[in-house]
């Protein structure tokens, strides 16, 4: 899937990983989410392209603030 592939889809739901995915991905950390699209597609931050553990979304607002 390349990035333009994701352009139109709709978000349903942002939520965090279960501890069961967690265990499926190896990943001992905590605090990582995951975005599900309209048609099944899942995306998860990951602290490198290797998934070694979970990452961080950085989310700048329209007016100007910074969550994270």
């Not at 352009?7 to 279960?18: A, R």
């Given at each position: 899937m390349e990035p333009q592939d994701l352009?139109?889809?709709?978000?349903?739901?942002?939520?965090?990983?279960?501890p069961l995915?967690?265990?499926d991905m190896?990943?001992?950390g905590g605090g990582a989410w995951k975005i599900v699209l309209e048609d099944g597609t899942v995306i998860i931050a990951s602290s490198d392209e290797e998934?070694?553990?979970g990452g961080s979304?950085?989310?700048f607002t329209p007016d100007g603030s910074f969550r994270f």
């Open positions: 352009i139109g889809k709709k978000i349903l739901k942002f939520e965090p990983l279960t995915e967690y265990d190896g990943w001992y998934g070694n553990d979304f950085f989310v």
